[in-house]
Every structure is written in C-alpha cells, then in structure tokens.
C-alpha cells in the first residue's frame, strides 16, 4: 500500500467486510480482465458467494482460483477539497468450490441472514429447492488490507 498514512488495521477491514453487502471480485482472466459484483458474508476468514453451477466465474475460478475483492464501506466527496473520504478493504485469496452438503448449507445460511434477515424463516424450504443448481465457492482470505481517509471531524457516515 503506496499510502501508509490511510492503512487501517485487519479489524477494520474486516468490519469493512462486514459492513458491505457485496464487493467487486476480480478473477485472472486470459485476453481481458473479469470482475463483478457479489454478494458476500464472512465466516471467521473465509468470504462465500454464490452462484450459478456454471458460467464465466466457475470457468475462471477452476482454471485459476485466484481472486481479489474490493469493499467500500463509506463514500463521500468532500465539501472543502478535491478529495474523497472513504472507507475501504481489499482482500486477496484463493477461492474453492465448496461441495461439503453441510458447508454449502451453513454458506448459504449465513448470506441469508445477513442480506434477508427476515426471511429466515423461509430458508429451509428455499434451501430445499435450490441447493442442486446453486454453487457455492468460498475465498480463503490471505491477504486483508484496510484503507480509510476520515474528515477533520467524526466521519459522517449519513451523508
């Protein structure tokens, strides 16, 4: 990281992460850089996403497992310079399908009830009929980067 003086600590990062409901994934691609958004939950340090069985991110992911994400949790043009106050985190790591029936589950779960916690009730019977065409893949993450440029006062994350 070339700014130092932005560099926050893992545990900001991660609640960075936490934060977010999705982040973009870059994928190593041959011919043309790939990346797009997913909705992501973390689980102690692993990230999970979910997608179709088959496509250009399982094709990418199972030639070259490599991936990087970008988080941004807070965003705002600032009022009195030509400057942006922010909040972010990068993660880099390698991603793998997960075919466990019990870790897609508790994936699954876990998406669920951060991005639709008023559903859960629905999710047994969700899980039931789409668990089959659903992929799961989780990231181990190896490399957590926070970044952050705050404004002379407290940072107001409202505005």
């Not at 609640?15 to 691609?29: G, K, L, M, P």
């Not at 790939?34 to 692993?46: G, H, K, M, N």
């Not at 941004?72 to 790591?93: C, D, I, L, M, Q």
């Not at 991603?95 to 639709?116: F, G, I, N």
Request: proline content about 6%; hydrophobic content about 40%.
């Amino acid at each position: 990281m070339r700014r130092t003086d932005r560099e926050q600590s893992r545990d900001f990062a991660l609640s960075v992460i936490d934060r977010c409901e999705y982040a973009v994934a870059a994928f190593a691609s041959p011919g043309a850089p790939y990346c797009v958004p997913l909705s992501i939950v973390r689980v102690e340090d692993v990230l999970y996403f979910h997608c179709a069985l088959e496509g250009t991110k399982t094709d990418l992911l199972r030639a070259d497992p490599r991936v990087t994400l970008s988080f941004v949790g807070a965003n705002r043009a600032a009022e009195t310079e030509f400057s942006t106050y922010y909040e972010s985190a990068v993660v880099t790591g390698t991603a793998y399908e997960v075919t466990s029936p019990a870790e897609k589950a508790a994936a699954l779960r876990a998406l669920c009830q951060k991005l639709t916690p008023g559903f859960m009730d629905h999710f047994p019977s969700e899980l039931a009929r789409s668990a089959a065409v659903t992929a799961v893949w989780g990231v181990r993450m190896e490399q957590v980067t926070g970044k952050a440029k705050f404004p002379p006062k407290a940072f107001d994350q409202n505005k």
